[in-house]
């Protein structure tokens, strides 16, 4: 799985990445989703480093004990259950 990254400064707004069979892509902007693993790797070599788009903690929510959604509320919303907070 590749990883979104960010561009190296703000005046980089295009990256060409040529391929091993001499074919290429463009990425252009200034976070970017490579298609895959070579292309990720060409494009941290050139300075782009992986955004920091966090992902969701669930020890700062709440799980349903009936269904085991994960929820931010006291009653489930999938459910009606209780949601009692993780710990």
């Known amino acids: 799985m590749t990883n979104r990254l960010l561009m190296p400064n703000d005046a980089v707004k295009q990256a060409d990445v040529r391929r ?8 252009t902007g200034s976070i970017v989703t490579p298609a895959d693993s070579h292309d990720e790797r060409a494009l941290r070599e050139f300075g782009a480093t992986v955004a920091g788009l966090g992902m969701w ?31």
């Open 20 to 27: 091993p069979g001499g074919s290429g892509r463009r990425y």
């Open 57 to 87: 903690s669930g020890r700062n929510g709440r799980r349903c004990g009936d269904c085991g959604f994960a929820s931010f509320f006291a009653t489930c919303s999938r459910c009606g259950g209780d949601c009692p907070k993780e710990t």
